[in-house]
């Protein structure tokens, strides 16, 4: 079994054969092009309706994204035209080129072939990569920016320390995530230059033009700081607690959250699976410390600082904000394997993993077809059945998806009203018995959820019964409601 892996044909082979499986799964899923939901037509909008320069300020409809990251989907749509496939191209496109760079970034870490194609597997079938390798957010670039900017340092270390600058201040403007990376990588090096005493003059140059950034920066920072004080109480449960009593379950719900499409398999028995990845993941951190202290720091000290500004409430320990993890998770697992590679161990692992990931990986590619897909054909419903004398009512939350949709498929409607997001399901009640009876109405309402919003369909099904028509067009995430005649 060795030989067979040192062979150099059967190995690029096996790595040509996991990297078209890779592309094929995120291609797969970027043809369906699902419907936008909430977040993805949100930004949109914002794309569509905003200039330029203003994309560098606060957005509307409760969205936050890198401003280089919008701008560059503006270039894009304003030379394509706007459609879905447009606005995910850029998440897309570097989803793809972080394929090959992943497997550069896993070859610093890994020394067997085995544990490398081990890593390589793993990350071309995670459920998550897939997923937001075609939905329109940053996501797909924050997981770039970790192997990309780790590289660089590899790669240069303090040499040409200008131009390292340069390239470490652009990343921040394309992912919020790469200023966590990149602070840990700072903090490697800095720490290699008061140890060895040299490089101090290159290091200085290598923060010059990221200290000047980080004052522009800091700019953006305080045109979007209402919306980043919103975004922290959305994601309030992904703060360590000052007593540190939930961090042992953030740590395991985003181990488990990162080692998806196997999350199908370990479902029933969460915490068993958790414990187990955890465990292998430990140790090859451990492996990884023993084997290559700098390489250790390298890797793991963004994840340390990741903690610490959890802890202090700056970023949320929680699900796709820290899908830029991923890679070092992977390797840490991977790493494991490494050690005991010289008995090919590794290699028979790999081989039982790939027979047995098929079928989580074609149930997960069909879960994620199947995830916030509802809002076009609830659009299309409404535009085929709406008359011009109906009402709209919206939820706040379907907005986005309003706006979008209607300039998509040229529907325009004169009576629409937009319902603030409810904290109190009585008002509700109250607003639905004001409206006028002798209309007909048409509710749009989804369920995405917000802190301490009111989940308010009951009332309006309790609302349609007492009228001649009630009917509910789409169960889901959207839902469709006409009441009338």
Partial sequence: MKNVVKNNKIYFYLLGLIFIYAVF??????????????????????????????????????????????????????????????????????????????????????????????????FAINTNLIFYSSEFKPYAIDVFAVSALTLLVFKFKLKYPIFLGLIFSAFLWYSYASGIVEFGLILVLLVIVIKNKKNIKNFLLFILPQFINLFLYALHLGEIDNMRMFMSAVWAHGYISKDFSNILELVFDNIFYTFQPYKIVFNSSMIFGTVILSIVCFFGAVF?????????????????????????????YQDRLVLFLTPM????????????????ITLFFVAILIILSFYPVYCSQKIMKNLPSQ??????????????????????????????????????ADNVKVEKMNKNIYNYLIFLNSLDKTKNYWFVYSSVKFPGIEDVRPIIEFFGQDREKFIRYNKGKTDLYYVGK
Avoid: H
Avoid at 51 to 57: A, S, V
Avoid at 395 to 406: G, H, K, R, V
């Fill in 329 to 344: 998770f992977l390797v840490l697992f991977a790493k494991f394997f490494d050690y005991f590679s010289k008995n090919n």
């Fill in 288 to 316: 990884l410390f023993k084997a290559n202290k700098f390489k250790f720091y390298i890797l793991t000290l963004p994840y340390f600082v990741l903690l610490l500004l959890s802890y202090f409430g700056s970023y949320p």
């Fill in 375 to 412: 809002d076009k054909a609830v659009f299309l419903e409404l535009s085929n059945n709406y008359k011009s004398s109906d009402v709209i009512i919206l939820a706040e939350t379907y907005l986005p998806q309003y706006l979008y949709y209607s300039r998509v498929f040229g529907f325009c």
């Fill in 25 to 122: 799964l995120r291609l797969d899923l970027y043809v369906f092009n699902r419907s936008f939901w909430f977040d993805e037509a949100a930004l949109a909008i914002n794309i569509l309706d905003k200039g330029f320069f203003d994309l560098f300020k606060e957005l509307s409809y409760y969205q936050s994204a890198p401003p280089m990251f919008l701008v560059e989907t503006k270039v894009l749509v304003n030379f394509f035209s706007f459609s879905e496939y447009v606005f995910r191209i850029i998440p897309f496109f570097v989803s793809i080129v972080t394929l090959p760079l992943f497997y550069i970034f896993s070859k610093y870490f890994l020394y067997s072939r085995q544990s490398r194609l081990l890593a390589v597997f793993l």
